[in-house]
């Protein structure tokens, strides 16, 4: 606040007697009363005397009413920018306290953010009795606050960044937008589509604006896994050592691809990694993806090093033969790291058994269906993955064994396991070796369950109780010729039938894998 006071003056005019008081010499008649500034040349007086006293004539004398200094008081502003004009405000009085016109404070408005020294002001009297005046007040403006605030942003790995890291704007003042600033800002970060999967800072920088301080907020990139698929190239029977071995020794092996490797897949980008960045583990499904010894993160070797999307796994493992002289292990394929992949219809169904020679079935392999039936249909082109081992005990009097079938239909992903074994029929009996040209047939029952294990983690039960048929023909090593046929019923209800020929299942080539009767 600029505050400047005025001055009082007094003028008075006197005339003095030497005689007596005036009421003895006779009274003075004055004519010199002024109130407004100004210098009076004409101003009178006279005396008119009493006894003794002479009289004295109208006399001319200069009066002087000097000008006043008005009290300015001028007020600065310090404010935020808001798109507005602002002005100084101030007053200006006079000697009595009244208001006086003529503060002029024009010169101290200002819109744009800035600091404002000096800003002139002026005083211009219109009455007459005040002394013109100026000065100067220091104003300010401040720039306003605009925010800025990057989107956050959640990419796979291998992902490429956005071209352009879009970002929110708070604090626009009267109406303004982006539009309105002299350097718009940018944002960007040190991921790059190579970066590993986690959170990465997304930065915002270089705004420029007369009217506005940038306040720059941190955004993030999640970058999660990429998918995978991952396809089993094993084999699915294996033999133990001897005809009493406990084990056997088993050799897994898978393709791994990118997704982008995957054309038509609905999770398909066409962003490519490297796949060198996956880890693959072989776990039990059965034994709530337990990996398998030797199998667990493994790392992925480029099938050509000019392509980086394929990639190979292999493993050698340990599994356990149980007492019905064969098992059957449901494996999954997961894959982590910068990848993920974790679907049940990519498992597997890998049989281990004892090298019998009479009494026994065994197989494990897949079925490419063409022409499934029934309520839980596998999809056309789908794989129906199997693996049994089935055997009489010592005494020829009791079946042994399990048997355990993969469908896959709509997404959905379903399991047949047998749950009570009623018979086993070989022809001819025996079958001591089967061959191109002396094939040996097996057919068989069992009860069964169906459960749907789309989640593996998360089984749900269809049906108990369930009547399983498997027909198959052994035309010797290495099983390329060999045939097999699944069917299964809930009462008269058809819910699988491997390859419905309009009236029947009836046996078709295996996929891939083997077979063994005897």
């Known amino acids: 606040m600029f505050l400047r006071a005025a001055a009082t003056q007094t003028v008075s005019t006197s005339v003095t007697t030497t005689a007596e008081?005036?009421?003895?010499?006779?009274?003075?008649?004055?004519?010199?009363?002024?109130?407004?500034?100004?210098?009076?040349?004409?101003?009178t007086w006279s005396f008119t005397g009493a006894a003794n006293y002479k009289d004295i004539a109208s006399t001319t004398i200069t009066d002087k009413i000097g000008k006043a200094d008005a009290v300015i008081s001028v007020t600065l502003y310090d404010v935020t920018y808001d798109?507005?004009?602002?002005?100084?405000?101030?007053?200006?009085t006079g000697v009595k306290s009244e208001s006086l016109v003529g503060l002029d404070l024009s010169a101290t408005t200002h819109t744009a953010a800035g600091v404002y020294t000096a800003d002139a002001w002026t005083f211009t009297d219109v009455t007459g009795n005040y002394n013109n005046d100026s000065g100067t007040v220091d104003n300010n403006i401040t720039k306003a606050l605009l925010t800025v605030t990057p989107n956050n942003w959640t990419l796979q790995y291998s992902d490429p960044n956005p071209s352009i890291f879009t970002f929110?704007?708070?604090?626009?003042v009267n109406g303004e937008v982006s539009s309105d600033l002299t350097t718009k800002p940018t944002c960007s970060t040190v991921r790059t589509a190579s970066s590993a999967t986690g959170t990465y800072n997304v930065t915002c920088s270089g705004g420029v604006d007369d009217n506005y301080a940038f306040d720059y907020k941190v955004g993030t990139i999640t970058v999660t896994q990429e998918d995978a698929r991952a396809y089993y190239t094993g084999n699915s029977l294996f033999w133990g050592a001897t005809t009493s071995a406990t084990t056997a020794n088993v050799a897994?092996?898978?393709?791994?691809k990118d997704i982008t490797a995957v054309a038509g897949d609905p999770a398909y980008d066409a962003f490519a990694g490297d796949i060198r960045n996956a880890k693959v583990t072989f776990v039990n499904r059965d034994s709530s993806n337990a990996p398998l010894s030797g199998c667990k993160d493994m790392p992925v070797a480029l099938v050509s090093s000019s392509d980086t999307t394929v990639g190979t796994v292999a493993c050698n493992t340990t599994l356990a033969i149980n007492n019905s002289s064969g098992s059957l292990y449901n494996i999954g394929i997961i894959v982590n790291n910068y990848y993920t992949d974790n679907a049940s219809g990519e498992d597997f169904v890998v049989t281990v058994a004892q090298p019998l020679t009479t009494n026994f079935i065994t197989g494990g392999g897949y079925l490419l269906l063409s022409n499934s039936a029934g309520k839980y249909a596998g999809d056309k082109g789908s794989k129906s993955n199997y693996g049994f081992n089935v055997k009489y005990n010592k005494n020829g009097t009791n079946l042994q064994g399990n048997v355990n079938i993969i469908i896959r239909q709509g997404g959905r992903v379903y399991q047949i396991k047998s749950n009570s074994l009623q018979s086993l029929v070989v022809t001819p009996?025996?079958?001591?070796?089967?061959?191109?040209?002396?094939?040996c047939k097996a057919n068989f029952t069992s009860k069964a369950n169906l459960t749907d294990i789309t989640n593996p983690t998360?089984?749900?039960?269809?049906?108990?109780?369930?009547?399983l048929k498997m027909q198959m023909t052994d035309y010797g090593e290495p099983g390329a010729s060999d045939?097999?046929?699944?069917?299964l019923w809930s009462g008269s209800t058809l819910f699988f039938s491997s390859n419905w020929n309009g009236t029947k299942t009836v046996e078709q080539l295996l996929g891939g894998g083997n077979l063994v009767v005897h």
């Open 21 to 43: 008081s005036e009421n003895a010499a006779g009274p003075v008649t004055l004519s010199t009363t002024h109130t407004d500034a100004d210098t009076y040349n004409a101003d």
């Open 429 to 439: 009996s025996p079958c001591p070796k089967a061959t191109s040209t002396s094939s």
């Open 83 to 92: 798109g507005n004009a602002h002005t100084a405000t101030g007053t200006a």
């Open 252 to 256: 897994l092996a898978a393709t791994i």
């Open 168 to 172: 929110q704007y708070s604090g626009w």
């Open 458 to 467: 998360a089984p749900i039960a269809l049906g108990g109780n369930l009547i």
């Open 483 to 487: 045939t097999i046929s699944f069917t």
